[in-house]
């Protein structure tokens, strides 16, 4: 069979450039395409310098023309990196995307500490702030956010943003979100491998109209691997908040997320821990605190890292509560929980500002102004 270079220029389009957002050929990345019967070699430059992004743009080329094309297709695919030797430092990765001020990485070490039902919570009390906010439910395996926002039945809607279709966020609280669990059902589980992963956040990453965003919240899978290396290569991550709880086995995995922001390959702002069911007290004895899980672990692991330390939140049923019934329990008003959550919204508005040097100073005054924070010098 002899192959068209446009039937395979066509099928070039369907392919994200790992962390640029734009397909191959308007991209620019595909230099050369020459085909000869059933042969077909194609000249690709790329500007993400990791074996991971060389090797999934190898696999993508492959599986696309061999499924778009011609099945037995032999394919030579020359992989060129263009970027610069030595990068400078706290150069944050991945492209600007329009309307998006400030993202920002909410990650635990370890599993059922709390992380989805806190990013929750931050996104609504940003909301009730007057910020415009979205959250990313990037926990592909196990995706929270439909029901902490009460939108499990929605399914977002496309609409059409010049000449290309985009998905529309669901929005509920005044807080725009997207999740895999809106293109699954629910007692569906996602068996995927981590460039499939990557691949359905690319695309609810750079396939969705945000709009105006002041900030957009992760939600990241627990751990370190695939899903964050992906993410930190693709978006340009303001910085990173790491939930814990206070007993040790959670602190020594909180000690490993915080390292992987502040690796050299994906240098990431920390900008604090927050510490989860710090203490628990009982409705009939309101002035006694049990630290059932040890106390002030989080708060020592922080000064121990030289990071902030945002807060602590009580082991308190109506928490677990309201984010079951999909109502975050930061939406009661006048209660301990609502300071608690507004406290620590505050100290991650206040790290975003300092450590944003390129926000100008009238800028800086509006957040923290609109946070109820005192405005800060940067660093």
Request: proline content about 7%; overall charge neutral.
């Amino acid at each position: 069979m002899k192959i068209n270079k446009q039937d395979i220029l066509k099928a070039l389009e369907s392919i994200t450039v790992p962390g640029e957002g734009q397909n191959m050929v308007e991209s620019g990345a595909v230099k050369n395409i020459m085909t000869f019967g059933d042969e077909v070699i194609v000249d690709i430059t790329i500007k993400n310098p990791s074996l991971q992004a060389k090797k999934r743009t190898e696999v993508d080329i492959l599986k696309t023309i061999h499924e778009q094309v011609y099945e037995k297709a032999k394919i030579t695919i020359n992989v060129k990196v263009d970027a610069p030797a030595t990068p400078k430092a706290n150069v944050i990765k991945g492209n600007p995307i329009p309307g998006i001020k400030n993202i920002i990485a909410i990650a635990s070490g370890k599993g059922g500490v709390g992380k989805s039902t806190v990013t929750a919570n931050l996104a609504v009390t940003l909301a009730k702030m007057g910020f415009k906010v979205g959250v990313l439910d990037a926990d592909i395996y196990g995706p929270s956010m439909p029901i902490m926002f009460d939108v499990e039945s929605e399914k977002p809607l496309a609409v059409k943003i010049g000449e290309k279709s985009k998905m529309k966020p669901i929005e509920n609280y005044g807080v725009k979100i997207l999740s895999i669990g809106f293109f699954t059902q629910p007692n569906q589980a996602v068996v995927w491998r981590g460039p499939m992963a990557a691949k359905a956040l690319n695309q609810m990453i750079f396939d969705a109209h945000w709009g105006d965003i002041d900030f957009l919240l992760l939600d990241l899978p627990p751990g370190t691997g695939d899903i964050h290396l992906s993410i930190m290569q693709s978006l340009p991550i303001t910085g990173a908040v790491v939930v814990s709880t206070p007993q040790h086995v959670a602190l020594a995995d909180a000690k490993k997320g915080v390292s992987m922001f502040q690796q050299e390959s994906i240098n990431v702002p920390v900008l604090g821990i927050i510490e989860n069911m710090a203490y628990f007290t009982p409705t009939e004895l309101p002035d006694n605190k049990y630290y059932i899980f040890g106390k002030e672990g989080a708060k020592h692991l922080a000064e121990d890292l030289k990071v902030p330390f945002l807060g602590e939140l009580p082991l308190v049923q109506s928490i677990r509560e309201a984010g079951d019934v999909g109502r975050p329990a930061a939406l009661q008003t006048a209660t301990p929980l609502e300071k608690a959550f507004e406290k620590i919204t505050q100290n991650v508005v206040q790290e975003v500002v300092t450590r944003n040097d390129d926000l100008p100073p009238t800028e800086a005054i509006k957040i923290t102004t609109m946070a109820g924070c005192a405005a800060v010098k940067k660093k």
